[in-house]
Every structure is written in C-alpha cells, then in structure tokens.
C-alpha cells in the first residue's frame, strides 16, 4: 500500500531554516508529484508547493518564492521541503502528499505531517 | 487567484442527511475534490473529480457541482464523520498550484 512516512518533529528560531523529509513507498515515486501543504494550528490548510520527481521540476506557491526549497532523492524515493528564515507564523504542521496520476489535480495520499516549531 | 468559501460549520443528527457546500465562481466549470480531516489527523481524500469516490470511501459519500456550488453530501452520518472537511480546486492558471476552501467543521449532534 501507498506510505509516506515524514520526518519528526522540529524546533528552530526565527531566521533559522528547516528541512523536512517525506519517505515515499507502495507505489513508482517518479510517476507522481509530491505535493507540500501546512497546517497552523486551528487552521485551514495552505499550498505550498510541488515537486516532480522525475524531472526534478518545481512549482511553488507565491507567498513563499524566495525561502523555499523542494528537493527529492529518487534512489531512496525520498522528496525533501526545506523553508528558510523562518518566523514565528511558520509553525504549523507541514503535510507532504502524492499527487493523483496525469496532472497532479489533487492529493490521493498523505504523510502524518512533521509539527515545526519556530520559538525563540 | 481564485477563491473558495465554505460554512464555518454544519450540524447534523445521527443518521440524517449532512450537505456541505463550497462557493467559486462558475466553479461548475472546474472539478472539485473534497478532503475529510479528523482532528489530529491528516486529511483523507473522499470525493475526486467532483463526485467521484476512492476505493475505501463508503457510499454514504457523495458530490454534485453546478453553477457556483459545489456539495458533499454525507449520507446516514454517523459519529465517525465527525470532522473538517476542505474543497480543493486545480488552478492551472499560474504555477499549478491547489486553491482550498476554509473548510467546513461537521458537528453530529
């Protein structure tokens, strides 16, 4: 069956950069986009971002051009979201997810999320 | 960039009928794709391509959209269905990027 396994859970400072991993298996990791999506707390959820992991290509979402960084691993079918010069409105849990076959048009599968936590 | 709108909240009695509703403009015209998130958890998909149900959702879950709205509709609701759940679009209009609703607090009485 389809698994996405994240990394745990992070505490950083403000300014400070993250990196969160997603471990991908049950399925062909270079056939589906992996999708990033966040989670404050009490709130809605928030794209980020996607990544192909064929191609390498990327699509990130406006609010974050600049500080984020999508990356994957195909030997290890592993796709990484590194955020940087975090603040405090950057705690949230951090979702990854697979995007459905033939256009990533939305999230078939999810990870358990990853809480970061930006405190000084 | 295009905007989705949802209730904050819905109540429901055991076994009745709950409809969920989700706002864009001619959002007829997109497929709609609906999560359902209990709290603590990650959010499962239970409706793709408007009304269509991945293997594992029971039937009680259905979708419609036309117009300006889009529905899930929870059949027989039970406690289970206790939950937040998000409309979600496809905007290829930009970087290929998911729009989501606020989403939806379903309360069963």
């Known amino acids: 069956q389809v698994q996405l396994v994240q990394s745990g859970a992070e505490v950083t400072k403000p300014g400070a950069s993250v990196k969160v991993s997603c471990k991908a298996s049950?399925?062909?990791?270079?056939?589906?986009?992996i999708n990033w999506v966040r989670q404050a707390n009490g709130q809605g959820l928030e794209f980020m971002g996607w990544i192909h992991p064929n191609s390498g290509n990327t699509g990130y979402a406006q609010k974050f051009q600049g500080r984020i960084t999508m990356t994957r691993n195909t030997a290890i079918t592993t796709a990484y979201l590194e955020l940087s010069s975090l603040r405090f409105e950057d705690t949230a849990v951090y979702y990854c997810a697979r995007g459905a076959y033939g256009g990533n048009r939305w999230a078939q599968d999810w990870g358990q999320g990853t809480l970061v936590t930006v405190s000084s | 960039s295009y905007v989705l709108t949802q209730a904050p909240s819905v109540s429901v009695a055991p076994g009745q009928t709950a409809s969920i509703a989700c706002g864009g403009d001619?959002?007829?015209?997109?497929?709609v794709h609906w999560y359902q998130q209990r709290p603590g958890q990650a959010p499962v998909l239970v409706i793709y391509d408007d009304s269509d149900r991945p293997s594992g959702i029971p039937e009680r879950f259905s979708g419609s959209n036309s117009g300006n709205t889009a529905t899930l509709t929870i059949s027989r609701v039970e406690a289970g269905d206790e939950a937040d759940y998000y409309c979600?679009?496809?905007?290829?209009?930009?970087?290929?990027?998911?729009?989501f609703g606020p989403g939806t607090t379903v309360t069963v009485l």
């Open positions: 979600q679009v496809w905007d290829s209009s930009t970087d290929r990027y998911y729009v």
């Open positions: 049950g399925y062909t990791f270079n056939s589906h986009e």
């Open positions: 001619n959002i007829g015209s997109r497929n």
